[in-house]
């Protein structure tokens, strides 16, 4: 595949991430401490902006230079645009993370296996992905911390680089940024896992 698509596709993704990092940025409200349901809500907008963020990045390299371009994309922004949506400041962070990783810096955490299996359990019993979520305060030694989890069902557009069948060049290009790669295989409706938000405590 001509690899010049693919730079400018990267250009093109690097400057429209850094669009929408500053909106939501500005769009996600302070966290405060408040009641479950402030967090809740606060949670889900944390989320719903990192989808927002992650999807016009990756759209934008799709069309400019096809899978390849995603990919390399998704391995160069992924990663900074979900890093800029987190706060030291306010003790607030966010990641995707997964039972079945492509990014090893996704890993989750035992909490966040928990809730993963959880999740697996619901869907095998008939509830939404598209809305399944889940939330609790966690305490670990004497800090407490919000945790907040929101499942992410793989899509149909998703198939092309983590489907059952993937073309040689575009798995080639995956193995290339991700040794150890883990996510193929998934049907359209599968867990592909899930935005977790940790907010500590006072």
């Keep these: 595949m001509n690899q010049l698509p693919v730079k400018s596709s990267i250009k093109s993704a690097v400057k429209l991430s850094s669009i929408f990092i500053s909106i939501a940025l500005l769009a996600t409200p302070a966290v405060a401490n408040g009641d ?3 967090n809740i ?15 016009g990045a990756l ?6 230079g096809g899978p390849a371009a995603a ?28 039972l079945r ?27 939404s992905l598209a809305t399944m979520e889940h939330h609790e305060v966690v305490s670990s030694g004497e800090e407490k911390s919000f945790r907040y989890m929101k499942a992410i069902p793989a899509g149909k557009k998703c198939m092309v680089c983590h489907g059952e069948f993937i073309t040689k060049n575009v798995l080639s290009s995956i ?11 998934f049907k359209p409706g599968d867990l592909r896992g899930a935005f977790s938000v940790t907010r500590k405590l006072d």
Excluded at 41 to 55: D, Y
């Design 101 to 127: 990783l492509r990014n090893e810096k996704n890993a989750p955490d035992a909490w966040e296996i928990k809730v993963l299996e959880q999740f697996e359990s619901r869907a095998a019993a008939g509830e």
């Design 36 to 38: 479950d349901k402030d």
């Design 59 to 64: 759209v934008a390299a799709m069309k400019e």
């Design 175 to 185: 193995r290339a940024l991700y040794p150890l790669e883990q996510a193929i295989g």
């Design 71 to 98: 990919i390399a994309a998704c391995n160069q922004q992924a990663q900074p645009i979900t890093n800029a949506l987190s706060s030291r400041r306010t003790g607030v962070s966010i990641k995707r993370t997964s």
């Design 41 to 55: 809500q606060q949670s889900r907008a944390l989320a719903k902006n990192l989808f927002v963020n992650l999807k």
